[in-house]
C-alpha cells in the first residue's frame, strides 16, 4: 500500500469510501453486514487506514455499519472521517444533536476528520451565516479533541468554492474534491485543485470513478489504452491519473463488492503514474465522450431572447452533468437551489433561444428531457 504524509500521519493513498456498500446501494439503508466485513477485515489487512463515512449515507446506516466493522480494531490504527450533513438545511439550527448522534452512532470516540458537507450553491449562504454557529461549534469539538483536522468537501462552483475559502480557509486543513479525467475539464477539476493549492490545502479525492462511470469504455478507447497498458485495468487508468498529481493525498473509491476492493488494492500496491503520452490519450477520449454532450459554448445568445430569463448555459451544463452521473444527485442538489421559475422546468418551448444558437442546440428538447429525469 502507498502512504501519503499529512501533518505526522501516514494515510494510505486509497481510503475506502462507505458510501456504497454492499447490499442496497447508495441511499438503501440495507447492507450486507457479512460481506462489508470481509471488505473491511481485507482492507486493514491490506494496509487501508481511512475510512470515509456520512451521516446520510445509506439512508442513516453508513455510521452505525462503520462503527461496528472498526471497533475490533485498535483506535489508533485507522483513521475515521465524518461529515456534518449541510446538505440538508434543516440540520444548521440542530448541528449540537447531529454532531453527538454521530459520535453515539460510530461509537469510535472522536473523528480523525470531520468536513463541511458538500459545499454548493443550495448551501453556501447557510454555511457563512454566522448565526448558525456552526464553525464555532466545530472549533470547539476541535479543541475537546472530539475532532482531530477540520476540512470541507465540495461539489460547488469555482465561485462558491472560492466564497467559502475566503471566510474559512484559514482554518481548512484538507479539501475533498471530485476529480477525475474527465472532470478534469468537464468540472473544471485542474482550475479547483490550483485554487486550493494558493491556499496551501492538500487535496483528498472523491469519485475518482465518477459513480461507476469511467470502470468501462467503448471498445475502441478501451483497446487504445490496452495498447499503451496492456497488463492495466480499465478502472486503474483513473487512478494513475491521480497518483501524478502530488496535491492528492488521499483517493477514496467507494468500493461496492470483494472483487473492486482487491482490484483497487492492487492497483496501490505501487505508484505508476501516466506518462506524457498516457495522459494525452486520455485527454483525447476525455473530448470524445464530451462531444457526445450539448455542446453549448455559453455565448449566451439564448438568454437574451428567452422570455422567461432563464440561463440556458447554466441549465445545459447541469444537463450535461446529470446525463454523466451514476445517479444524478449533485446536479439536482444544484437546481433546487435555484428559484422555481429558473429551473427547466419553467421553459415554455418557444424554441426563441434555438433560433439564434450557433451550434444548432434543441434546447427546449433538452430541457424537457432533463426536467421529465428529475421528476423521476
Not at 111 to 118: C, G, P
Not at 155 to 171: C, D, M, P, W
Not at 180 to 190: H, Q, S, V
Not at 256 to 283: C, G, H, M, R, V
Request: net charge negative.
Amino acid at each position: 500500500m502507498i502512504y501519503n504524509e499529512f501533518q505526522g500521519k501516514r494515510l494510505s493513498a486509497l481510503g475506502l469510501g462507505c458510501m456504497r456498500l454492499p447490499g442496497g446501494g447508495y441511499g438503501n439503508a440495507h447492507i450486507e453486514m457479512a460481506e462489508t466485513e470481509k471488505m473491511f477485515d481485507y482492507a486493514m489487512q491490506k494496509g487501508i487506514n481511512y475510512f470515509d463515512t456520512a451521516y446520510g449515507y445509506h439512508a442513516g446506516q453508513s455510521e452505525i455499519v462503520v462503527g461496528q466493522m472498526l471497533k475490533k480494531y485498535p483506535r489508533e490504527s485507522f483513521y475515521l472521517a465524518d461529515k456534518f450533513p449541510g446538505y440538508d438545511l434543516s440540520t444548521f439550527a440542530k448541528k449540537e444533536q447531529v454532531f453527538e448522534e454521530q459520535l453515539q452512532k460510530t461509537g469510535l470516540g472522536y473523528f480523525d476528520f470531520y468536513l463541511f458537507h458538500n459545499v454548493c450553491e443550495l448551501n453556501i449562504e447557510h454555511y457563512l451565516d454566522e448565526s448558525y454557529g456552526l464553525f464555532e461549534y466545530l472549533l470547539k469539538q476541535k479543541e475537546k479533541g472530539l475532532i482531530r483536522h477540520l476540512g470541507f468537501s465540495t461539489h460547488g462552483s469555482l465561485e462558491t468554492i472560492t466564497r467559502f475559502l475566503e471566510k474559512y480557509g484559514h482554518a481548512m486543513e484538507f479539501c475533498q474534491l471530485q476529480v477525475n479525467w474527465l472532470d478534469w475539464t468537464f468540472l473544471k477539476g485542474k482550475e479547483q485543485m490550483e485554487l486550493l493549492e494558493q491556499y496551501g490545502i492538500p487535496v483528498w479525492i472523491m469519485e475518482p470513478l465518477r459513480g461507476g462511470k469511467l470502470a468501462k469504455l467503448s471498445p475502441s478507447q478501451e483497446e487504445r489504452l490496452k495498447a499503451l497498458r496492456p497488463d492495466e485495468g480499465i478502472p486503474a487508468w483513473s487512478f494513475r491519473f491521480l497518483q501524478g498529481l502530488p496535491q492528492v493525498k488521499v483517493t477514496l473509491s467507494g468500493m461496492s463488492d470483494f472483487a473492486q476492493l482487491q482490484e483497487n488494492i492492487q492497483t496501490y500496491e505501487s505508484a505508476k503514474p501516466l506518462n506524457a503520452k498516457e495522459l494525452q490519450t486520455l485527454s483525447d477520449i476525455s473530448e470524445e465522450i464530451l462531444q457526445t454532450l450539448m455542446p453549448c459554448t455559453a455565448c449566451r445568445y439564448c438568454t437574451n431572447y428567452c422570455p422567461m430569463q432563464l440561463d440556458i448555459p447554466q441549465l445545459l451544463e447541469l444537463y450535461n452533468d446529470h446525463l454523466m452521473s451514476s445517479n444524478g444527485v449533485i446536479p439536482a442538489i444544484k437546481i433546487s437551489a435555484l428559484p422555481k421559475e429558473k429551473r427547466p422546468s419553467a421553459c415554455i418551448g418557444c424554441r426563441a433561444c434555438e433560433q439564434v444558437c450557433p451550434q444548432n442546440i434543441k434546447i427546449s428538447k433538452a430541457l424537457a428531457h432533463f426536467t421529465e429525469r428529475l421528476t423521476k
